[in-house]
């Protein structure tokens, strides 16, 4: 029997790899969204104003995390995918924070408080991990989380997370400052469409989560349009399984002429109302 050797990836080579793994920008915070949605959060918001060094903040209200589980979560891969999952945890392999955040910044500061805990904060810094080819994390004292000037008022009465994505180079150019402000203006509203689709059985009911971007409360988007006159409620069904339920609904659409004209253009038009007939798989309400 040959000998056995320990080959572990080197961190500067694997952080590129996790950089390229294909989110776009909405699937990100998407991935996000779904870690605050697991920590019972109430309300989410997310912040990037215009500015000379763009920066993309997504804040929560959910329970938090404590030092030590803040630093865990900061590790790649912290999770089992065999372990038991709540029924609310969408995630599954422990990394979409970090694989989400390191496709679109190149900075990663994640900001955590947890009732009756003080506030905690850690940092990623991609420059940093390959310039010394380690998973080096950076956590920051008290005094110097109270600095951070991105800093949500959510910590100051309560509990929570955020994130703060920094150094994103899709908003670095070499022309004029204005192309920045105008993709970085793009993709608010990208974000906000993406949000209000995705997200939009979380958006109302009785636990309903709010969600605010640039202080703008997002509006759900009904894509079954079920409260427009016109609609039709088809058959249904349901498999079942040892792993739960998949129920089936079928959803008849109203034609176009009994839905305002508003209506038509929050859906991005008649054409693009027949374009997304098909299948919608949701997991836990999240399309």
Same mark, same amino acid.
């Given at each position: ?125 991609? @420059?940093?991990? &390959?310039?010394?080819?380690?998973? /080096?994390?950076?956590?920051? #004292?008290?005094?110097? +989380?109270? !600095? %951070? ?93 040892? @792993?739960?339920? &998949?129920?089936?609904?079928?959803? /008849?659409?109203?034609?176009? #002429?009994?839905?305002? +004209?508003? !209506? %038509? ?23």
């Amino acid at each position: 029997m040959g000998k056995t050797l320990q080959l572990e990836p080197s961190p500067k080579n694997h952080i590129e790899t996790l950089m390229r793994v294909g989110y776009s920008l909405e699937m990100a915070v998407g991935d996000i969204i779904d870690n605050s949605i697991a920590a019972k959060a109430s309300n989410i918001w997310i912040y990037s104003p215009p500015s000379d060094n763009p920066f993309i903040s997504i804040t929560d209200d959910g329970h938090g995390m404590a030092e030590l589980e803040l630093q865990e979560n900061m590790r790649i891969g912290c999770k089992n995918p065999k372990d038991e999952r709540d029924e609310t945890d969408l995630g599954r392999f422990g990394s979409g924070m970090k694989t989400a955040s390191f496709s679109v910044a190149r900075s990663l500061t994640v900001i955590s408080k947890k009732e009756g805990k003080p506030i905690c904060a850690c940092i990623y810094d991609i @420059d940093q991990i &390959i310039q010394n080819d380690k998973w /080096i994390v950076e956590a920051l #004292s008290e005094d110097e +989380i109270l !600095k %951070i000037p991105e800093l949500s008022k959510v910590f100051k009465s309560g509990h929570g997370t955020q994130l703060i994505w920094k150094n994103m180079s899709r908003y670095k150019s070499s022309k004029m400052r204005e192309i920045n402000e105008n993709a970085l203006a793009e993709d608010i509203a990208s974000i906000k469409k993406y949000l209000s689709i995705y997200f939009h059985r979380f958006m109302e009911g009785k636990d309903k989560v709010n969600f605010f971007v640039n202080n703008d409360k997002i509006i759900p988007t009904d894509p079954f349009l079920t409260k427009e006159d016109g609609y039709t409620e088809g058959l249904s069904d349901f498999q079942a399984s040892s @792993d739960g339920v &998949i129920n089936v609904q079928v959803h /008849i659409l109203p034609h176009h #002429s009994k839905l305002s +004209i508003e !209506k %038509i253009e929050a859906l991005g038009g008649v054409d693009e109302i027949a374009k997304k007939q098909g299948f919608y798989i949701y997991r836990g309400k999240r399309l």
